[in-house]
């Protein structure tokens, strides 16, 4: 039997609060760097946050299985009840002491995700969703998330890999007549870009290489979704095995421009 409930919720958003806090202890302090590949690395900072993550599922949710970024599947691989976290969802960013992070967490259920956190640290903000609305807290209070296409920002991820070229190439879709008739460009590769599509800070967000309940955008997309936003690959289709990129709109007309020039 699945179980979701707000308690479901607040557990996510304590997950990502004790996150958010290390990340900010962590911040401009010298980090330790592991090696994951060619230009991909983790720092102290995130395998410090996602034990504090760890530390708070394990003590409210002791039977439910978590994929972690940093250390992988624990719990059963089939488990109905599955936690995602990523503990620092921009390393590149933080590293370069800049503070544009995100600290994700969410619960899988079945193949929804029904509970989800996205942590801000330095805004010391968190978007959150239940699976029907879509929130944001701050100072301890919680504001309904508004969508709007208002500040024309497109943000538009750079980083490879860029497993839909040439079909789709993001430096393309920037040089696009059209796209900069209409929109103003913005660059960055942080789920924390996609919260600020449905907080109505951006127009929307396009990236390649989105992944199926991927840790690193499985709360941000959620949360977009709950939004009332419009979320599909880059081809204006569903967001399944099969996905390929990700665009995610404020609004259905700014989603058709955008998959008119892709």
Known sequence: MTIVNVDDVNVAIAAAQAGAAVARARFGTALDRIDKSHLDFATAADIEAEQAILGVLRAE????????????????????????VDPLCGTLNFAANTTMVAVNVALRTGTEVRAAAAADPFADEVFWTDGSGAYRRFRGADEPLRPSA????????????????????AVRLLAH??????FRPRVLSTSLAITWVAAGRRAAYVTDGYETFSVHSASAIAICQAAGCVVTDLWGGPLDADASGLIAAADE???AHLLAMI
């Not at 002791?62 to 059963?76: C, I, K, R, Y």
């Not at 208002?150 to 190439?169: M, Q």
């Open 61 to 84: 949710r002791p039977d439910d299985a978590v994929l972690a970024e940093e250390s992988g599947l624990t719990g059963a691989g089939d488990a109905e009840r599955t936690w995602l």
């Open 150 to 169: 208002d500040s024309l920002l497109v943000d538009v991820n750079l980083d490879p890999p860029f497993p839909s070229a040439p079909r789709f190439e």
């Open 177 to 182: 007549p059209g796209f900069n008739e209409r």
């Open 253 to 255: 007309e700014t989603h």
